[in-house]
């Protein structure tokens, strides 16, 4: 059984922006074990439209469209749908009143093109849509003498994915055969994605029946695992004992055995033990900082500290000797360990962290002019002592801050195991 | 004159990855006056990728390809071109002995299955790819009677965006109708778009030869215009024209007339009057100082700051007196006003700017218990004295502490106007 997804919106079509609904909506339909066959992005044309409509009706089994669903002349979802399903549109009258009824709480004219909203595909159901006043639409029928499950949805993904969950999931689960899908993502940080592929691969080719993803970016890996069964409790012990194995394979590397993000993992460590963190950053500016205070909760174990972009405030907030900087550079070991040292002191923090690198385009200045762009050292300071990393990162500023506050991240993390 | 592209690629139909070559593909194709009408997206299936192929070329003029053109199984882009357009596919000599050379300058040996990336479909030119091993195609074609252009390219975009610069554009610009195109940007933050569009709508409809859309997001709204005409300079003076009658009436609003991000105006600004700026972030926790410092060259004029996001580094760093945190709450106009005051003293920065909220999900401690989640104070000291901004900001954690952001970026440059 296949899906195709129509997304239907002019915006789509432009450099500026994207259909984001469907990884939301493949997610959703992997779940009932349909595999998202087409995407087709149409814009507001209904020729265009009609045309996508009548393709994927004949090539997908569940054709979902998202957008079109609205009162302006460029909405044309349900003309289109019917058109290619060769049936009529009626106007119901309940969700004339709902519409009106809408309109006149917010105290607006409910003008005449609003009722278009009201038009609904012969035998569908209407899905209410609480936060919006374009309704979805639900119909199972046959085309060609096959079943074909159609589903209208509005495009604002707050609207789109509280109505999925709330009107479409139980009727796919009424027509569609029973399915228990469970899932695990363990995240590693840092290491190659073909060393955890040489590592996992004879692992999990032995669960043929367990679906293995592995993705690679921003210096995490992520290994996806997902199977059916005919129970749930089946399936998880399936997926449960293949993570199992690959944990034990690939030990200490991962950082997330039930998906947490590495700040989280860090600040749940922190937690456990009662320790405080703070953190002094040069080149990263802020962005360590930022990472971990975006988590709920952050400010339990995370202090704060200072980003040190000038010298003066290296000096100023960290204590950093003026001649240690004169002499060795801001970027260096002495600079990174002295920063990590002058913030734990300064903060009281059972941990600090200190980053100093040179993040580019352009070089250092002084004695840093000619380090190389992407030299980076970080330091750790806790009651075992301080240690400073080197680091040699590639790439572009973004690039290399980015990977400098995971490297920061990965070492506070190894520190408390 | 109408343009589809089909991403090929099996990974791009999970939960997970989204084609994004499109955006890019879609700017390029625009600039030749081509709108892209359709995009699809398919898995590595030979039979849907050729279904998808013969559809395309049925209902547009341009097909443009992205990914599939690699040497495995699945790699089957340029199979299901040929079929669709009903031509065979060469074995290309150079390209073959082109790949052997690139294998052996590896030192790897080149397997059978690399030589399907010299397959070319008959009568395409092969478009050289510094960058990878598979090479681009372009076959300018009738399909039925009806020119076409087919272009292959490489998934990767690192791959991809180059290729077609180097290689597609002169190819189109040497079949399409010659085209001079001009763009205009105009960016303004923290205004209603409804504001933003009755405000400008009178104006920019008596342009209708200019493109003109309006994107908001993220405390944003972007102006874009675009026109062509027979010459560049014809063009440019007509959107530059429209351009500064809608920043003539939307004034000190407009941050940014060619484009600029707000922080880049704010460290220009700062660069222009030789001054320098320092923060002290409670709630936003770095973001501020790591939007500024993502900026190469920021460093001349963002000192750094501090973190204070427990109470104590608000005492330490910025001198905050904790009676006023103990009977005011962190998070209040007389926190928000000593943390710039003490900010500035200790950086020495011409310009502090603070900020202390609510961000949530849970509420704040102390006396800050009952105030709302949203609540944010933001300060700013410089030479004239030091004044505070009460701000309610609505949404979750991120939301708040972005838009908190881009309140402190707005009153800093309001500040140097």
Known sequence: MIAEIIAAGSEMLTPHRQDTNSLYLTSELNDFGVAV????????????????????????????????LGPTEDDLTREAAAFALGIPL???PNLLTELAARFAKRGIAMTSNNAKQADV?????VLPNPNGSAAGQFLHTAVGGAGRIVVLLPGPPRELKPLFAAEVRHRLAAILPPRSIAKRLLRMALIPESQVDARTAPIYQQYPD???TILAAN???????????STLAEAQARVDELAEKIELEMDEAVFSSHGESLEEVVLLMLGLRSLTLAAAESCTGG???????AIPGSSRY???????????????FADVPPDVIATSGPVSAPVARALADGI???TGASIAISITGIAGPGPGTGPDAAKPIGLVYIALADDLGTQVKELHIMGDRDRIRWWATQHALELIRKSLL
Do not use: C
């Open 121 to 125: 595909l012969a035998g569908a159901e």
């Open 287 to 293: 962005l360590l900082a930022q990472r971990l205070t």
């Open 37 to 68: 066959a087409f995407k087709t992005i149409v814009g507001d044309n209904l020729q265009h439209l009609t045309g996508a409509a009548s393709i994927a009706l004949s090539r997908a089994d569940i054709v979902v469209f998202s957008g079109g």
């Open 219 to 229: 210096g995490e890996i992520q290994l996806h695992f997902q199977t059916a069964a």
């Open 210 to 212: 367990i679906e293995t």
């Open 90 to 92: 009626r106007r119901d």
């Open 344 to 346: 734990r002191a300064r």
């Open 302 to 316: 995370f202090l704060g500290g200072a980003v040190v972009y000038s010298d003066a405030l290296k000096t100023a």
